[in-house]
């Protein structure tokens, strides 16, 4: 389900941009592919449609076109009167023309770019794209740039999708403070709107669907959205962790057992296979899958029945099944762990999900969306982030992904002591431009994200996250507790043995 990613240089349609996909509650798709763009590029009713204009020399015939296309133009000519012009708490669509300032200004530049009520669109020439810092500031703040000349009506097109999304994230608008949707799935980026193309398109089959991605970067959200979006959706969607089922459980877990068929099974039960049935089977984590498993799944894949455990019955069970890793399942079918035929069968069609660094804005605007979602949590009214948070917010590498900044987002609400959330609140403070790091700072922080890191990728499991880092469990705890990750759990999701509060083994 792979397809070329947005490499345009001139315009390229955002399609759908603005979007979130509502996951539960919200009805299928009874839209095609462009159904979002036409509904985005629409004001909201009774929202003014208010665009900043930033331009050494702005065009007159383009403010009068946009003007009669329903926008309130606001024209600035430089940093300061751009700044001026912006209100607190209205939302904007901006265009920016980079073509007329110097870098010397852009360093003033970046401050109104980083506005989050603004959705930027930058206007730019090649010679401009040629400038590593250009590139920079339209990757990190800009929802799309276009190559001048432009034509007005593309203009108007992308400001509205530009407008559309940053009022659906303007947190302080009474539209937006009732409470958001649970599952909502936000994302704007290119690679994210990819993302929801081949959600709506894989959801039309009922082939199966591997998904795979990072720790946290919303693979479970991704199946259920496609379940909730496919014609099984008035069925269950049954999720199971193979990695969190001990192996010996998992066979009856899946396919169920007959009254007496070991010492214990007092009466039947329904294996999470057929309790799917009409619906959705969602096999989380399934590298994590034993053998003896991956031969009774792959049986149910041929023959669509199952047996449970001590029966005789072929039960006709009629699920579409999602799994989904965020191993390497190629490595591990090449180390014989993991079965090439039943990979095969599981991946007729694979989703990708792209990791939280490489979303660009959305970083940003999925930390509001979060704030947003949770801001309640604290006493204080907090209103957003500190540019020095929003900086750090895109240069953190994300290990945990979109998992990983809800976490830290929500530490942050709670310890935050101003109405501004701080780098430092969100504990980020050495991923600021600002800050001179010393040596000894940056080792401390690179240490203490690999360890993050890897006990992110081991869902907390001491021993194998210390394998991975090449160092004892011993020694992976005391580091823990130097770094202050003993608590994480909580905060990064550790959810199989949650060894971080127990003493470290006496015999490792
Ligand atoms: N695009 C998104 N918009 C909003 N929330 C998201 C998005 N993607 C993920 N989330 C949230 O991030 C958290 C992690 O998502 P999810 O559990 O789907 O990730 P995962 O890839 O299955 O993680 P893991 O590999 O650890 O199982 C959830 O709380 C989910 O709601
Ligand atoms: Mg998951």
Known sequence: MRESPHLGATVTPLAGAGQRLAVV???????????????????????????????????????????????????????????????????????????????????????????????????TDDSRLTDAEVRRLIRHYCFDYVHVPVAHATLDYLVGHA????????????????????????????????????????????????????????????????????????????????????????????????????????????????????GTLFLDEIGDLPMESQASLLRFLQEGKIERLGGHEQIPVDVRIISATHVDLEAAM????????????????????????????????????????????????IRGFTPDAIEALYNYNWPGNVRELINRVRRAIVMAESKLISAEDLDLAHFTAQQTVTLAQAREAAERRAIEAALLRHRHRLTEAAADLGISRVTLYRLMGTHGLRD????????????????PDAHD
């Open 25 to 123: 509650g919200q009805p299928p798709a009874a839209d095609g592919p462009d159904a979002g763009r036409a509904r985005d590029a629409k004001p909201e009713a009774g929202l003014e449609r208010t665009l900043l204009y930033v331009a050494r020399t702005p065009d007159p015939l383009l403010c009068a076109y946009l003007k009669s296309r329903g926008w309130e133009v606001a024209t600035a000519r430089t940093v300061h009167e751009a700044s001026r012009l912006v209100k607190p708490e209205a939302a904007y669509a901006g265009i920016v023309d980079l073509t007329g300032f110097a870098p010397r200004e852009f360093a003033g530049l970046e401050t109104i770019l980083r506005l989050q009520q603004v959705g930027w669109i930058a206007l």
């Open 334 to 381: 090449r180390d014989g762990r993991f079965r090439a035929d039943l990979f095969h069968r599981l991946c007729v069609l694979r989703v990708d999900e792209p990791p939280l660094r490489a979303r660009g804005k959305d970083i940003e605007i999925l930390a509001h969306h979060v704030l947003h979602k949770f801001k309640q949590d604290s006493a204080r009214r």
């Open 163 to 278: 407008f559309g999304m940053v009022s659906l994230c303007d947190l302080d608008t009474p539209a937006a403070a009732g409470s958001p949707d649970e599952d909502e799935m936000v994302g704007t980026c290119e690679a994210m709107q990819q993302l929801f193309r081949t959600i709506r398109k894989v959801a039309n089959t009922d082939a199966t669907v591997f998904i795979s991605g990072e720790s946290g970067t919303g693979k479970e959200l991704t199946a259920l959205a496609i379940h909730e979006r496919s014609a099984r959706r008035k069925a269950t969607f049954v999720p199971i962790n193979c990695g969190a089922i001990p192996h010996h459980l998992l066979q009856s877990e899946l396919f169920g057992y007959e009254r007496g068929a070991f010492t214990g099974a007092n009466q039947r039960k329904i294996g999470r296979v057929e309790s799917a049935n009409g």
């Open 488 to 503: 994480e759990k909580t905060f990064f999701g550790g959810e199989a043995e949650n060894q971080a509060e127990l003493p």
